[in-house]
Structure formats: C-alpha cells, structure tokens
C-alpha cells in the first residue's frame, strides 16, 4: 500500500506540476521572456501556424531535428507541425487541441514548402493495443506545450504519457513519464519509403533505413539509417506494414512499414528512448549515438543545447525596445541559424549527388540551401555571426557541382528544381567579394558559367529558356515555359553577380559579356506598361513574345504565368527586381514615378488588414506590397536610391510593426529557411542588404535603443560594431542626423568594412522626416558610377595647434572596397604642394591606419591647410611656448658650455707639450 501511494504521490506532484504551469498560461507561447539571457526570447512557437516553422529540440545547423508531427503527417512527408486555428465570427484564433502521431526525427527544411526525407517517427503509446498509421495519434493540449531551443515537452492526453525531448547535432533523447500503470508501446516509423527495420533484442535496440525521399537524389540512392535504444529492457515487440502487424516479427523491409517493442511500467516511472539517424550507416549512426550522447543524462544534454543557443544568440546583443521586440528578434535569431543544416558526420559525408562516401577533414558538409530565399539576406547575416561556417558551405556547393556536375540551386538533398534563377551565383560571389575565400574560387567560378550558359539536363532545370535568354536578351512568353518574365529578371541578376567575380578574379572578358547580361531586365520593362484602374503611374515589367510583342490584357495586380509559378507575385511586386541596378530602374521611371509608385505600392496593401483577422496572405490575395513572399523584402528600401530615406524610414517601422507578431501567426508568410527572420533582424537593427554582394547595406529605422554585433574572431579579436540610437521611440521614428565612428554621415548606407572592422553608428530620431540627410550620395548600383574601390575614412589630424617645432600627426583609414589586391598611392599636401607621399597594398577587404608625420620648424607662424584625397583640413602654428623656449635656451647655453669646456681642455693640453 505504502509503495502504490508513493508512485501514485510522484504521478499527481507531475501532473500538478504540468498544470499548474500550464493554467498560469492558457496558450504555450511567450508575452514575457524566460529570463534574462538571450535564449530565454526565444519562442520557437512563433511561425508555426502559417510559416512552416516547428516548436521541436534542435542545436544551430542540427544535422536532425527532432519535431512533433501533426496526425496527418503518418501518412505525408511536408511540414511536419502546424498550429490549428478555427474560424469563429469571421475572424481566425487558435484552437485549443490538435493531434500529434509522433516525434520525428527530421530533415525538413524549417520554414520551407520541400518535404522531408531519410526521416524516421518515435512513437509511445499506452495501453493494450498498439496503433499504426494516423489512428496511433494523441490529442494534445496546446496548454500542456512548452518549447524553448533544444527542447519540446507536451502530453500524450489520450496516453497518458507526458514527452520530452532534446538532442544534439545528429541524436535525440526522449523522456518519457507514464501516468498509469500497463503497458507501453514504442513504435518507429519509417514513413513512406521503402524502410526497413531490424529489431535486436539482445542489444535493446532497433536498427534500420529510411528511404523516405530518395527521389531528391539524382541517383535514387540516398537513406536515414538509424538506430533507437531504450533505457528499459523491452519484453515483447513486432513490425508492421501499412495496418497489418506480425506480433514477434524481428525484421521487415517493405513500404511503409515499421516496428514496435513493448514493456510494462508503472505509474509515474521514466523511460528514455534514444536515436540517433546517420546518412552513411547504422554503425555510423550508432558512433554517432555514442560521440554525442553516451549515456542518459536528459537535463545535462538539454542544458549542453542551451548553452550553445546561448553563446550564439549573444554575438547580438539589444538594448531598448520592449520585451515584446526581443522575443521576436531573438526567435528570428533562432530561426536563422538553423539552417543550411551540417550533414556530415565527423570527417565524412555521403553525397546525394554521386551516391559516395566522401572526406571533409578539417570542414563540414552541408545542405538544404533555400536559395531563391536565403541569398536576399539570411547568407549576409551569416556572414556576419558565422563567417567559417559560411566557407564550408562555400565548400559544399563546389562538392556538389563536382559531383553531379551542376550547382544546384535547391539541394534536398539532391537536385530538386525548385524555384527560378541560380542564386548560388549570389552566395558565392557574395562571400568571396566579403573575404571568405578560402575554397575553390574557380572551380565556383566554372559551375556558375555553366549554369548560364548550357542547357540543363533532364534531371535538372538550371536556367530554364537560357537558349532565348542569351539569344533575345529576354526569355519569351510563347517558348513552352512559364515564368519567363521572372526568369528573365533573376537571371539578369545573376549575371550581374558572376560578373563581379570575374571581376575579382581578373576575368576581363567574362566581366564585359555578363555586365552586358546584367541589363536584360530592361527587356521585360514596358515604360508604356499602363496601372490599374484609378493608377496613374505607368512603367512595369510585362510578358513579352519572342516577336518583341507585350502580352494583352495588362492589369499590373493581375497574376500572370509568366511572372512565378504557382502565383508567387504579381507584376506590381516583381517591377521592382533589378536589386543591381536600382539606379538603372529610376532612370527608366523617373525619379517622381519612382517614388510615387513605391507610396502606392505600400499604401494599397491588403496584408495588414488580412494579418490582423489571423488570415493568410497566400498568392493571389495579396496585389500590392506582399511581406510574405521574398521578392518584396527589398523594396522599402529603394526610396533611398531616390533620395528619400525618410520613406524607407516609415515603411521599415510599418512594416516591423504590422507584419511581425507573437505567437504561431507571427509570421506574414513561410520563414523559407530563415529568410523572413533575417529580414526582420537586419530591419530592427537598422540596416539591410539591397543587394548583398555590392558590398552595401542600406540604412533604415532601429526599434531597439543600442544594438552591438559581437564580430567573431575571424574579423580581427575583440571587435565589435555598435549602434547607438537617441530619442528612439515608436513615434520618433526619422533619422534627424548620424556619426561612424565620431564623424558625420551623410549618406543612408554603409560599406561592409566599416561593420566588419568594428565602429560605432549613432543614430539621432525625431517625430518629423529630415528631408536634408542621407539624400546627397545614394548607394551605388551598375547604373551609378559611386562605387570606389578604396574609401578613405578615420582622418583627423592630433591637434588643431602646435607650436612651431612640434610634430603634426595626420591620421587615414585606407579600406579596399574591392575583390582584388589594389595599390593606391596618397598624397598629402600641405598649402597646395605635396609634400609626402605613401603606396599601400591593400587585400580584398582589408583595412589600413596610415600616418603622416609635419615637421613645423620650417613653417611659418599662421594658419596652414592640408588637403588628403577628399579631405581637408586647417591648423594653427603658434610661437614656442615659455616652457619651450626655456628648454631650448637651456639646451643652448649648455651646449655652448660643453663646447667651451672642450676648447679650454684642448688649450691646456697643447701647452703641456710646448
């Protein structure tokens, strides 16, 4: 009796527990943080309705994440998760239970439209029946939910068991607590491939593939072996195919099948379940299990997840805004850090693109590159934070070219086709012209001409109508393919891209043609195109027949075949790509036009009154401004290029303010892999990458008060760049005037080496626009002639006034701006004459302190100026001061006594002799 009472006292202290953390909260996400570190905002909650995001235990860039997966996904390989919401009164709200058949060990892109592949589901179940399929489902309470990074707990209510789970790079951990006494089902799924399963007693474990997705893989070899352990010795088990089960069966390899094994428990008893998934083999994965995960200490491996969140997350640190602000910044942190995800397994990767075991010693493989998206902002971002991480996946596009012989342009976790343009040319280009350099820049080179200039294979699209493209400059719309307006404008992009690294890499010939290229978005634009009713401004990209005809009828909100399939934008949201050549797109306009059309663009949007219902923005709702689809994310930015910064100010704060919420809705769209996070954490610092490898970021409007990047190490130690904003609120929202580094900034953009060589941005808002700053020097794009290759920055001079005699010191920071060595030679003139002169050699990126030393002896007493480059600047030179004149008599008189002396001692010496 007293044993029974003490089990059933440990059971109500844990349900008690649960409830009453969850009756102090009827909704699992966060209003308020944790604590004070920066894991404590994060809410991997937010996403999850719409967004495609999951609340499951992951590490950054986990090889395997580890996610509940709703009913429905027992028989489907999309988006594992998504948070219910039900209609009620015409508005949308979250529903209070959902079904859950499982946690899956996953390798679903977060945030993405793909499916997930080589992926197994850990089952527990209760009671005298084990289920298979959809029918093994539990109902959850979305109250009994908690996530935070690298763990997901909630309660099986049908089971009765409450499940936790956390991981590292490639091994989960579950635990698990039994409300009742009987008996307990674990069953594995293998999902919809051709899976096998091999249980071994004698070993308590399960072992097996999943093939799940195989078809991703050019060569139809690619598999998620696996090995699951239990800390409870099972006493009976079975596989299953489909809904017919074999009690006692040890093995099964057939489509959609697993097995299950089976033990007693009692009420409140643990149980931990491991598993690890390996792409090489079981005895990988099982070395895996044992690198990562040796024993079953649950909280110590979800304390290890934590404290990596932790120091990651802390390389930005905000100050100011509500808390409100920083769970939504730093679970947009989270986000974007998750993914490409690391897909090697300690010095060895097995490659989908030529079915081998290949070495990466000394790197990580990765994979799952959403390109379409990622390359608008979240590689910029990474480049930042994670700059070696970023070069091994540098290292892993140019393995995969040279093993299927193309750079994909989606890898899942082969070729998949997906989306238009090949924007690995960005991604490359981009962190080779930022000083990530160290892969095969050539052989990158080489696979990105490739894309642009051969036809692609069968298995793979590349760049689809790249004959019509080179041979039309545009690709038409009666050739057989759709999209070909956007194909048109992202290809013109991206020989924009390959150009700057033929540039870099003094590729003359290679920079003339595709610069040449980089202009065909001109040949989809029709000036003439008219708006729609009640539209005054003309001009915007239109189909267009290989005859040189316009395509007829033209409603700019219309969507059309030939702009993105399946109806991912609209002529009035793609005008605006050409992210190279901004200045290109205002001279076609107008500059009045220009502007005008942006005003209407935003000021029409259906998006915040559809977010604002809980409804969702898919394609065709949305006309005008459309935040959640990525060809929009730039575009609040380019009234900077017209000289309106104040409007990028509004729109930016709009824009974070309307379309970025807390909880599962709190996405306007799909994260697609972290992108739309990226945006939000680029916009709320302040800044943003228009167009990534220009090397430029535009500046925009901060909602935090003081935000420091913590540069890591590959920068330089100890270097950190710093935003200062004063009088920030959410009504003072213009930027009045600005400082880098202590001097005035006129100019509403930044060079990547004045963030990476570490500095400070001040930042002074008002209520009011100051139509006066940052409209002198818009950032440069092909069509402007701004870009340098050296900046000049730093100057100043050690004093105002010195006197005659003493040493003027005239300080320069020399930064090479470009992608090549480059010497430049500085002249320092003093009153009009040069009278110094230094050559410095400069890398890629590289930054320099230069030192000029005026000697004032010769000067005459007055004013002097001096004049460096672009700088100018004027000095006093006074008369000696008392103090040194004094030394300089004493030094005098002293020397006149040792010359003295010197004499008379030669005197008296002669005289000796005579």
């Given at each position: 009796m007293n044993r029974e009472f003490g089990r059933s006292l440990v059971v109500m202290t844990i349900f008690l527990l649960i409830f009453i953390n969850s009756a102090s909260a009827s909704v699992p996400w966060l209003t308020s943080p944790r604590g004070t570190d920066p894991v404590d905002y994060v809410d991997p909650f937010i996403g999850t309705r719409h967004g495609h995001t999951n609340p499951g235990a992951a590490v950054p860039f986990a090889m395997t994440t580890w996610d509940p997966v709703r009913k429905e996904q027992a028989s489907d390989i999309s988006y594992p998760y998504e948070y219910i919401f039900i209609e009620e009164g015409g508005r949308w709200k979250p529903a209070d239970t959902m079904e859950i058949?499982?946690?899956?060990?996953?390798?679903?892109?977060?945030?993405?439209c793909m499916s997930d592949y080589a992926c197994i589901t850990i089952m527990p179940m209760f009671g005298s029946e084990v289920k298979t399929g959809p029918e093994r489902s539990s109902r959850i309470r979305h109250e009994t939910e908690i996530a935070t990074p690298g763990y997901y707990a909630v309660t099986f209510d049908d089971y009765g068991i409450?499940?936790?789970?956390?991981?590292?790079?490639?091994?989960?951990?579950?635990?698990?607590?039994?409300?009742?006494?009987?008996?307990?089902?674990?069953?594995?799924?293998?999902?919809?491939?051709?899976?096998?399963?091999?249980?071994?007693?004698?070993?308590n474990e399960i072992v097996g593939y999943s093939d799940v997705g195989l078809y991703r893989a050019p060569t139809g070899e690619f598999k998620g072996y696996y090995v699951v352990t239990f800390s409870k010795q099972f006493t009976s088990w079975g596989t299953y195919q489909g809904s017919t089960k074999n009690p006692g069966n040890t093995e099964v390899r057939a489509y959609n099948s697993g097995a299950w094994v089976s033990f007693p428990v009692s009420a409140g008893e643990v149980v931990y379940v491991k598993a690890s998934i390996s792409f090489i083999s079981v005895e990988q994965a099982r070395y895996n299990m044992q690198a990562e995960i040796p024993g079953w200490d649950f909280d110590g491996v979800r304390q290890q997840a934590r404290q990596k969140w932790n120091q990651l997350l802390s390389m930005i640190r905000v100050e100011g805004g509500t808390d409100a602000d920083k769970i939504k910044f730093y679970t947009a942190l989270y986000h974007a850090l998750l993914l490409p995800r690391v897909s090697s397994e300690y010095g060895k990767y097995f490659s989908a693109f030529d079915a081998r075991v290949h070495t990466c010693d000394g790197w990580e493989f990765y994979n799952d590159f959403s390109m379409w998206d990622t390359f608008r902002a979240l590689q910029a971002l990474q480049i930042f934070l994670v700059p070696e991480r970023v070069r091994d996946m540098m290292r892993s596009l140019v393995a995969m070219y040279e093993q299927g012989g193309w750079m994909p342009k989606w890898p899942n976790p082969g070729y998949s086709s997906i989306m238009i343009g090949t924007h690995g040319d960005s991604l490359v280009t981009e962190a080779y012209l930022k000083g990530i350099t160290d892969f095969d820049v050539q052989k990158a080179y080489e696979a990105m001409v490739k894309n642009a200039t051969q036809s692609p294979p069968p298995f793979y699209e590349a760049r689809t109508g790249i004959e019509d493209y080179m041979t039309l400059g545009y690709c038409p719309t009666d050739r057989g393919y759709r999209e070909s307006v956007s194909l048109t404008l992202e290809y013109a992009y991206d020989d924009w891209c390959i150009a700057q690294l033929a540039k870099a890499l003094g590729k003359d010939n290679d920079h003339r043609y595709f610069m040449q290229r980089a202009t065909n978005w001109r040949n989809v634009y029709n000036p003439e195109a008219p708006g729609e009713p009640g539209n005054p401004y003309k001009g915007y990209v239109q189909g267009r027949k290989s005859d040189g005809t316009w395509e007829e009828p033209f409603d700019p909100r219309g969507y059309y075949a030939y702009i993105t399939q399946p109806n991912e934008g609209n002529p009035w949201q793609y005008t605006w790509f050409a992210p190279h050549d901004v200045q290109g797109l205002i001279d076609a306009m107008g500059k009045e036009n220009f502007i005008g059309k942006l005003e209407r663009l935003f000021e029409k949007s259906e998006e915040p009154s559809l977010l604002a219902d809980n409804r969702f923005t898919e394609q065709g709702r949305v006309r005008y401004y459309w935040h959640g689809n990525e060809p929009s994310h730039h575009i609040a930015y380019l009234f900077v290029y017209a000289g309106a910064p104040w409007r990028t100010q509004y729109w930016v704060r709009n824009v974070l303010e309307t379309r970025y919420r807390l909880g599962p809705h709190g996405l306007p769209g799909n994260d697609d892999c972290g992108q739309m996070s990226a945006w939000f954490i680029f916009s709320s610092m302040g800044f943003y990458p228009v167009c990534a490898p220009s090397l430029?970021?535009?500046?925009?409007?901060?909602?935090?008060?003081?935000?420091?990047?913590?540069?890591?190490?590959?920068y330089g130690q100890n270097k950190k760049f710093e935003i200062i904003v004063y009088n920030n609120s959410p009504t003072n929202i213009y930027v009045q005037s600005a400082k880098l580094n202590g001097q005035p900034l006129e100019r509403a953009w930044l060079w990547h080496s004045e963030i990476i060589n570490g500095g400070t941005l001040e930042l002074w808002m008002g209520p009011n626009p100051n139509t006066n700053w940052g409209v002198s020097e818009p950032p440069p794009s092909m069509s402007s002639s701004t870009v340098s290759d050296i900046l000049l920055s730093n100057f100043s001079l050690s004093a105002n006034s010195i006197s005659r005699g003493d040493i003027l010191k005239v300080k320069v920071t020399v930064t090479n701006q470009s992608s090549r060595v480059v010497e430049k030679t500085l002249q320092l003139k003093l009153d009009g004459i040069v009278v110094d002169s230094r050559t410095v050699s400069l890398q890629p990126g590289e930054s320099l302190p230069v030192v000029f030393n005026i000697y004032s002896h010769a000067l005459s007493l007055g004013t002097h100026t001096i004049d460096l480059e672009n700088f100018q600047a004027s000095f006093v030179v006074g008369t000696p001061g008392l103090g040194s004149t004094f030394i300089i008599a004493i030094i005098s008189v002293?020397?006149?006594?040792?010359?003295?002396?010197?004499?008379?001692?030669?005197?008296?010496?002669?005289?000796?002799r005579r």
């Open positions: 058949a499982g946690i899956r060990g996953s390798h679903f892109p977060s945030g993405s409450r499940v936790e789970v956390t991981s590292t790079m490639r091994v989960g951990l579950l635990r698990l607590t039994f409300e009742n006494s009987g008996n307990a089902h674990i069953l594995i799924d293998t999902h919809l491939g051709t899976g096998w399963s091999k249980i071994i007693p004698e070993n430029t970021y535009v500046i925009g409007s901060p909602i935090f008060d003081k935000i420091t990047i913590n540069l890591p190490s590959f002293a020397a006149f006594i040792v010359l003295a002396f010197g004499f008379y001692v030669l005197r008296m010496k002669k005289g000796r």
